[in-house]
C-alpha cells in the first residue's frame, strides 16, 4: 500500500495529483520517497488486521468446534476474525473480503452443512484466490466429514450441489468455481476430526500448529537462515562419514550450537510479539 500508493495512499494520491495539477514533479518526489522508505526493513503495525480468519457453517460448529477453537487460539494471543452474522444477504460483504485479504492465514472448518451456504463457499473462494496470489496460510479442518467427500462433492456435499445447480443454472461459472476451491482445499494438509476423536486436544494442536506457521511467515529471513546453516551441517556430517579431518568435530558442533541460536531468536521474537 505504501510502496505502490494503493488503498488509502491512492486515494490520498489522488487528490493530492487534483490539487497540484501544474506540479506534477512535487507529487513526483512524494511518490519516490514513500516506495523508497517502504523497501526498508522496519515494523508493521497494523492493529485492525487479524493473524486468523476463520470460515465455518455456523449451525454446525458456532457453539461447539468453532467456539473452542477460538478460545484455544486466544490462548495463544492469536488475534482471529469470526463473523457471527445470523442474518445474511446473498452477496459477502466488502468488510469480509477485506477482513480475508489481510489475514496472515485462514482456518476452513468443513462441516456436513459448509456446502450448503452460499456465503461459506464465497469465503472459501477469496480465501483459495489468496492463497494462489499471496501466498496465504490455509488450514483445512475436516469437522466430521470424509476430506474426499469435499474433494468429490458427494455424500451432503453432493447434495447440496444439486441444489445449487438448479438455483444458480444461469450462472453455472460460479458453481463450478465453488466445486474447483473446494477440491483445492481438501487436497491441503489439514485435521482430520474422524481421526482426532479428542476435541479438546484437538483444538489445541490445530492452535499450535497455526502458531508454528505464523512463526514462519513473521520471521522469513531468520528462516532461510536456519535452512542455510543447516545445509551446511549435513554437508560436513556427510564428509566426515568419509572420514574425520582435524577440527571437524568443532565446526559441526558450532554448526549445530548456532542452528540452536537462531531457533531460540525466532522463539524469542515470537513470544515477544505474542505477549508483550
Not at 124 to 150: A, N
Request: charged share 30%.
Amino acid at each position: 500500500m505504501v510502496r505502490n500508493q494503493t488503498g488509502s495512499y491512492g486515494d490520498a494520491f489522488a487528490k493530492h495529483e487534483q490539487r497540484f495539477g501544474g506540479n506534477t514533479e512535487k507529487v513526483q518526489k512524494w511518490r519516490k520517497a514513500l516506495t523508497h522508505v517502504a523497501n526498508h526493513s522496519g515494523w508493521e503495525c497494523s492493529p485492525n488486521s487479524d493473524d486468523v480468519f476463520i470460515s465455518f457453517r455456523g449451525e454446525d460448529t458456532r457453539h461447539t468446534f468453532t467456539a473452542h477453537l477460538l478460545a484455544a487460539l486466544g490462548r495463544l494471543k492469536i488475534r482471529t476474525y469470526v463473523d457471527y452474522k445470523l442474518g445474511r444477504g446473498d452477496e459477502i460483504s466488502p468488510t469480509l473480503l477485506r477482513a480475508i485479504e489481510e489475514s496472515k492465514a485462514s482456518v476452513v472448518v468443513l462441516s456436513q452443512n459448509y456446502a450448503t451456504s452460499k456465503w461459506c463457499l464465497e469465503e472459501l473462494v477469496k480465501i483459495m484466490e489468496c492463497r494462489r496470489t499471496k501466498g496465504q496460510i490455509v488450514v483445512p479442518v475436516f469437522y466430521h466429514v470424509d476430506p474426499s467427500d469435499v474433494r468429490n462433492q458427494t455424500g451432503t456435499y453432493a447434495e447440496a450441489f444439486a441444489k445449487h445447480e438448479q438455483r444458480f443454472k444461469e450462472n453455472m461459472q460460479k458453481v463450478q468455481s465453488w466445486r474447483t476451491s473446494l477440491r483445492e482445499v481438501a487436497n491441503l494438509s489439514g485435521w482430520d476430526c474422524l481421526v482426532n476423536r479428542i476435541e479438546s486436544e484437538l483444538v489445541e494442536k490445530i492452535a499450535e500448529d497455526i502458531l508454528r506457521k505464523l512463526s514462519s511467515v513473521q520471521d522469513p529471513e531468520i528462516d532461510r537462515e536456519i535452512e542455510r546453516a543447516q545445509q551446511l551441517a549435513l554437508l560436513k556430517a556427510q564428509k566426515m562419514s568419509h572420514g574425520c579431518e582435524p577440527g571437524d568435530l568443532e565446526e559441526l558442533a558450532a554448526a549445530y550450537n548456532y542452528i540452536a541460536q537462531l531457533s531460540s531468536k525466532k522463539l524469542e521474537n515470537l513470544l515477544l510479539r505474542r505477549f508483550s
